[in-house]
């Protein structure tokens, strides 16, 4: 049961973070639309974005976890607290010198994330000034990390699963302020963005170190040393961090060949927040608490516990990702409406992002698995293994992305980043499969097949309730809004009801 309620605690965290998200996403479309502020300020918070997931949701502390658990049972707390102390002084003295390197080289860097804004000048500085702004919270937010893998290592999930909420608290403060202000699409509102970005960062690092210290492993900065203990972290990390956050590396390729296109980098943000949602709640969720439980029944010799745990993960990650997955991609432009389209964000842009979301949605239960079956080599200490797919997964994305840029523009980008996603998930599977790692039970097999004939029935619900209540609601006040939750309240109910009743859910 600890189990299932640390996965429903993170979940609930990760859960709540991406609520308050879509209000921050509803406002930033009203404030920004998908113009070339909008572009902008999305290009300079691509990187930083990207290195929270990375290592917010679990890629770090694949390397992290694993060695701080074994020093705290099998050395006591003293040497677990030095060895963070160690990890915190190198990570932080690496991350300063990259942070200072990238302020001074910025224009170069730019001409890296988004080659395509060099054609209009005005767009290229201001995305150098706002992401100059932006780029230190790679360092706070990796800190964060580090002090959220220690909390979970204890055993302490609640304050590290809700700390990605200040973030986004911050975020709508500020955005209320820019509506309230009348800076709608203006250069000061990607400014006034970027300083939010910064102040989430030290706000989420202060909670936590806090936090920490009130669980006696209060860290300080000093001198860094390259112990035993950090060159083996720095082993695993690099292949941990580079397999773990293979998605959102995708997705800054993404952005990267985007850019090159008016208005896309725009359209796949808003499509990217959208299938976060169910990524977050359940991949990260499982990936942040499948590892630490899998090392230690691995550490006791308990493989069949191990196994178990492996299966029921999968159970719980796909009988909730199939569903998320099935709903975006047969009303995808329901959704964007319901929650975008308003203000500067126009019905032409409603539809340009459905369908990035709905190329996003066939690649979601390939993103989700992977998080599942990571933590499989990662408990093992093998961090190479998920590299080596991560880099091949890179290497589709980056081929597909160009070679479909050209006739299906941003959405192109998006089908190339699900099926990489697809091909990183069967590798890993297999593979794990091969090693002994994972073995499917008879109940996880026949709950499959179920859910599959289930999530189907509910694709047709959500597409009938979709064509009978457009016409009805749509152009009423507040029609889309209203038109969402009808669609999302049906497709519910019925995937709810049948679920239990033919066992894919335990009541």
């Given at each position: 049961?600890?189990f299932?309620?640390?996965?429903?605690?993170?979940?609930?965290?990760?859960?709540s973070?991406?609520?308050?998200?879509?209000?921050r996403d509803?406002l930033?479309?009203?404030?920004?639309g998908?113009?070339?502020v909008?572009?902008?300020?999305?290009?300079?918070?691509?990187?930083?974005?990207?290195?929270r997931?990375?290592?917010?949701e679990?890629?770090?502390?694949?390397?992290?976890?694993?060695?701080?658990a074994?020093?705290?049972?099998?050395?006591?707390r003293?040497?677990?607290?030095?060895?963070?102390?160690?990890?915190?002084s190198?990570?932080?003295?690496?991350?300063?010198?990259?942070?200072?390197?990238?302020e001074?080289?910025?224009?170069?860097?730019m001409?890296?994330l988004?080659?395509?804004?060099?054609?209009?000048?005005?767009?290229?500085?201001?995305s150098?000034?706002l992401?100059r702004?932006?780029?230190?919270?790679?360092?706070?937010?990796s800190?964060?990390?580090?002090?959220s893998?220690?909390?979970?290592a204890?055993?302490?999930?609640a304050?590290?699963?809700?700390?990605?909420?200040?973030?986004?608290?911050?975020?709508?403060?500020?955005?209320?302020?820019?509506?309230?202000t009348g800076?709608?699409?203006?250069?000061?509102?990607?400014?006034?963005?970027?300083?939010?970005?910064?102040?989430?960062?030290?706000?989420?690092?202060?909670?936590l170190?806090?936090?920490?210290?009130?669980?006696?492993?209060?860290?300080?900065l000093?001198?860094?040393?390259?112990?035993?203990g950090v060159?083996?972290l720095v082993?695993?990390a690099?292949?941990?961090?580079?397999?773990?956050?293979?998605?959102?590396?995708?997705?800054?390729?993404?952005t990267?060949?985007?850019?090159?296109?008016?208005?896309?980098?725009?359209?796949?943000?808003y499509?990217?927040?959208?299938?976060?949602?169910?990524?977050?709640?359940?991949?990260?969720?499982?990936?942040?608490?499948?590892?630490?439980?899998?090392?230690r029944?691995?550490?006791?010799g308990?493989e069949?516990?191990?196994?178990?745990?492996?299966?029921?993960?999968?159970?719980?990650a796909?009988?909730?990702?199939?569903?998320?997955a099935?709903?975006?991609?047969?009303?995808?432009?329901?959704?964007?409406?319901g929650?975008?389209?308003?203000?500067?964000?126009?019905?032409?842009?409603?539809?340009?992002?459905a369908g990035?979301?709905?190329?996003?949605?066939?690649g979601?239960?390939?993103?989700v698995?992977?998080k599942?079956f990571?933590?499989?080599?990662?408990?093992?200490e093998?961090?190479?293994t998920?590299?080596?797919?991560?880099g091949?997964?890179?290497?589709?994305?980056?081929v597909?992305?160009?070679?479909?840029?050209?006739?299906?523009?941003?959405?192109?980008?998006?089908?190339?980043?699900?099926?990489?996603?697809w091909?990183?998930a069967?590798?890993?599977?297999?593979?794990?499969?091969r090693?002994?790692?994972l073995?499917?039970?008879?109940?996880?097999?026949?709950?499959?097949?179920?859910?599959?004939?289930?999530?189907?029935?509910?694709?047709?619900?959500l597409?009938?309730?979709e064509?009978?209540?457009?016409?009805?609601?749509?152009?009423?006040a507040?029609?889309r809004?209203?038109?969402?939750?009808?669609?999302?309240?049906?497709?519910?109910?019925?995937?709810?009801?049948?679920?239990?009743s033919?066992?894919?859910?335990?009541?």
């Amino acid at each position: 049961m600890s189990f299932v309620r640390n996965l429903i605690l993170v979940g609930g965290g990760t859960g709540s973070s991406r609520i308050l998200g879509f209000g921050r996403d509803m406002l930033m479309a009203a404030a920004l639309g998908a113009g070339p502020v909008a572009d902008a300020f999305f290009v300079a918070f691509r990187l930083p974005n990207l290195f929270r997931r990375i290592f917010a949701e679990g890629a770090f502390n694949s390397a992290f976890v694993p060695l701080f658990a074994r020093r705290l049972e099998g050395e006591g707390r003293d040497e677990a607290r030095q060895f963070a102390t160690d990890a915190m002084s190198g990570l932080a003295f690496v991350l300063l010198v990259l942070t200072i390197l990238a302020e001074l080289a910025m224009p170069l860097v730019m001409y890296v994330l988004a080659p395509g804004f060099a054609d209009d000048p005005e767009k290229f500085e201001l995305s150098i000034l706002l992401t100059r702004i932006c780029f230190p919270y790679l360092l706070l937010v990796s800190l964060v990390a580090l002090f959220s893998g220690l909390l979970n290592a204890l055993g302490r999930f609640a304050v590290a699963a809700f700390a990605p909420t200040l973030l986004n608290m911050v975020f709508i403060a500020v955005l209320l302020f820019i509506l309230w202000t009348g800076r709608e699409e203006t250069a000061s509102a990607g400014i006034w963005l970027s300083w939010a970005v910064f102040a989430g960062g030290i706000l989420q690092l202060a909670v936590l170190f806090f936090a920490a210290r009130h669980q006696g492993m209060g860290l300080r900065l000093v001198r860094p040393r390259l112990t035993p203990g950090v060159k083996r972290l720095v082993a695993l990390a690099v292949p941990g961090v580079l397999a773990g956050g293979i998605t959102q590396i995708n997705i800054v390729v993404g952005t990267m060949i985007a850019s090159m296109a008016p208005q896309a980098v725009s359209y796949l943000y808003y499509a990217d927040r959208i299938y976060q949602l169910p990524l977050g709640l359940v991949g990260v969720a499982i990936g942040v608490v499948l590892l630490p439980e899998l090392a230690r029944r691995l550490r006791a010799g308990d493989e069949g516990a191990a196994m178990h745990q492996q299966n029921r993960a999968l159970e719980f990650a796909l009988a909730l990702t199939v569903p998320a997955a099935a709903a975006l991609a047969v009303v995808p432009e329901t959704i964007i409406e319901g929650l975008f389209a308003r203000g500067a964000f126009t019905q032409a842009d409603a539809q340009a992002t459905a369908g990035a979301l709905a190329a996003f949605a066939l690649g979601l239960p390939a993103f989700v698995l992977i998080k599942v079956f990571q933590p499989g080599f990662f408990a093992r200490e093998d961090t190479r293994t998920p590299m080596w797919f991560a880099g091949v997964n890179a290497a589709i994305n980056i081929v597909l992305s160009l070679a479909l840029f050209s006739a299906f523009a941003h959405v192109g980008i998006a089908i190339a980043t699900s099926v990489a996603g697809w091909a990183n998930a069967i590798a890993l599977g297999i593979v794990l499969r091969r090693r002994g790692g994972l073995a499917f039970d008879a109940r996880l097999v026949s709950r499959i097949a179920r859910l599959l004939a289930v999530t189907a029935v509910m694709a047709g619900v959500l597409y009938a309730a979709e064509v009978v209540l457009r016409p009805v609601l749509i152009d009423l006040a507040f029609g889309r809004a209203l038109l969402l939750v009808a669609v999302v309240t049906a497709g519910l109910v019925a995937y709810v009801g049948l679920a239990f009743s033919t066992g894919v859910l335990d009541a």
